[in-house]
């Protein structure tokens, strides 16, 4: 009986000993993400010492981030902050699409320039529709106030029309304020994807910007 209690107990032993090395293999499998001086992505052991200022991950080998050390400031202090995986990955994404989409900072600046000046001819259309709607709605309410000066009723006909001169017009409006809120997100846009971007490629020796 002694015997059977002594060999449970050496067992138990050895498991709990077991699970403490699978603990410490897990926690030593432990990979680090950076960018290398060439902006591009690195999974790695360890972080070279000239990359640790520029911030890394710490990841699982199924990839999943388990903590995000941020870049240090200009003093060399980090804020001791810790970032949402998501927001990382969002970030790691939009870096690949700027890299992989644009080899130049003007090139950048041209596609940008395409975007906002496509919003800005749709702008000026929209403006020239609520320009003429002002105009039409305008006569229409002219044309029924002289029958109502004459003593004679406004004519359904008339009526119908300036109801849909104004379901026009407030069509219009929205769709003015829509492209404008557009336009000024695209402008803080582009110019968040050029700063980023010379951020990505401030230590490619060739880099024309």
């Not at 902006?39 to 995000?68: F, K, S």
């Not at 403006?127 to 004679?152: M, T």
């Not at 104004?166 to 846009?189: F, G, I, P, S, T």
Request: hydrophobic share 35%; aromatic share 4%; with cysteine.
């Amino acid at each position: 009986m002694t015997n059977t209690k002594i060999t449970y107990k050496s067992i138990g032993t050895v498991a709990g000993i077991l699970l403490c090395l699978v603990a410490m293999v897990a926690e030593a499998a432990n990979l680090y993400r950076y960018r290398n001086s060439e902006g591009n992505l690195v999974i790695d052991h360890q972080v070279p010492p000239e990359y640790i200022a520029m911030g890394y991950e710490v990841i699982t080998p199924t990839g999943r981030v388990e903590q995000v050390v941020p870049p240090q400031s200009a003093s060399g202090d980090g804020d001791g902050e810790q970032v949402p995986a998501e927001t990382v990955a969002e970030q790691l994404e939009e870096d690949q699409m700027l890299l992989r989409s644009y080899s130049t900072l003007a090139e950048l600046k041209a596609a940008g320039d395409r975007r906002l000046e496509q919003l800005e001819r749709e702008i000026e259309i929209i403006e020239s529709n609520v320009s003429k709607n002002q105009k039409q709605l305008k006569e229409h309410r002219e044309r029924a106030a002289l029958h109502q000066f004459n003593g004679e009723k406004v004519p359904d006909k008339l009526l119908k029309a300036v109801e849909a001169v104004l379901v026009a017009q407030q069509d219009a409006e929205q769709m003015l304020r829509l492209r404008r809120n557009e336009h000024h997100d695209m402008a803080l846009r582009y110019q968040r994807y050029g700063e980023r971007f010379i951020e990505l490629t401030a230590k490619r020796p060739n880099e024309k910007r």
